[in-house]
Nanobody, 124 residues
Framework: QVQLVESGGGLVQAGGSLRLSCAAA????????MAWFRQVPGKEREFVSR???????YYADSVKGRFTISRDTAKNTVYLQMRSLEPEDTSVYYC??????????????????WGKGTLVTVSS
């Protein structure tokens, strides 16, 4: 059974930083694209960033230059370093992965595994 467990969310002032972590179990982590999404109540879940099994990284325009995604295959963990946070970044952040290895997908419909999310609140 695949489990994705996010951590690292919290309350931070605008301009501050947070690092989110997602620990994965039950899949061959090094073979999978791992992604971060976020969702505000009443809005659609939106793509934030992803990293492929090969280490290629992609970002939403809204976070480019401020967020950095990385992965540690020894720890089966993917990270999202968030800097220069803005109130608009306030959201629940979810870790996700497709079920098929060596598959790169970007949208939420392509993801089969999801964590329960971690709340990030940025105060102005």
């Amino acid at each position: 059974q695949v489990q994705l467990v996010e951590s690292g969310g919290g309350l931070v002032q605008a301009g501050g930083s947070l690092r989110l972590s997602c620990a994965a179990a039950g899949l061959t982590f090094r073979r999978h694209t791992m992604a971060w999404f976020r969702q505000v109540p009443g809005k659609e879940r939106e793509f934030v960033s992803r990293i492929t099994w090969g280490g290629s990284t992609y970002y939403a325009d809204s976070v480019k230059g401020r967020f950095t995604i990385s992965r540690d295959t020894a720890k089966n963990t993917v990270y999202l370093q968030m800097r220069s946070l803005e109130p608009e970044d306030t959201s629940v952040y979810y870790c996700a992965a497709p079920s098929r290895p060596f598959t790169d997908v970007s949208g939420p419909d392509g993801m089969n595994y999801w964590g329960k999310g971690t709340l990030v609140t940025v105060s102005s």
